[in-house]
């Protein structure tokens, strides 16, 4: 599976998902658009990186539509609906724990970064995490890495990252 994120405009980005089992999928617009780094990426690079294989992406890789994304390819019928609902009924059990991280490493990412409590984005205070250093600090350098590619996309273009692991279902 391949996750693209596209600059669809001023302070706008989509998610394209592109599956060979499942059909593709899109979110448009995507919530959490950042200049840094895209929210969803955020979640992507956390659930890889810690080894989340049932998150948002995973209930993705499994033909589930983690309640926000739609076909591309295929018409949103009841029959279609009724498929994606017991995809992800059965899959997606660490989506809240994707949240959880994401929460956890965005702002501390942001701080490291160079971005001050009080800019957009940036907590007074991070919640707690109970991330060990070597797991922060793997997450955190992925973050890096992809953010200055995405600061490097320009508005109508996109930057494709695989999911690590196969598609299921």
């Known amino acids: 599976m391949q996750v693209r994120f596209e600059r669809t405009g ?13 059909g593709d999928l899109r979110m448009d617009p ?25 998150g948002i992406f995973g209930q993705l890789a499994a033909g589930g539509n983690a309640g926000t994304f739609v076909p591309t390819e295929e018409l949103r019928t009841k029959a279609w609906a009724r498929r994606v609902a017991r ?3 059965s899959t997606g059990a660490d989506m809240g724990r994707s949240e959880d991280l994401a929460a956890q490493v965005h702002p501390r990412w942001l701080r490291r970064s160079g971005h001050q409590p009080g800019s957009p984005g940036v907590r007074q205070d991070p919640p707690p995490t109970d991330l060990g250093d070597a797991d922060l600090d793997r997450v955190l350098a992925r973050l890096d890495a992809l953010s200055q590619q995405w600061r490097a996309v320009e508005a109508g273009a996109s930057m494709t990252v695989p999911w690590r692991w196969p598609e299921r279902g």
Not at 10 to 22: D, K, P
């Open 10 to 22: 001023h302070r706008r980005y989509a998610v394209a998902v592109l599956r060979e089992r499942h």
């Open 30 to 54: 995507a919530p959490g658009y950042s200049e840094l780094i895209p929210h969803d990426l955020v979640h992507l690079v956390v659930e890889e990186e810690l080894g989340l294989r049932n």
């Open 87 to 89: 995809r992800n009924s």
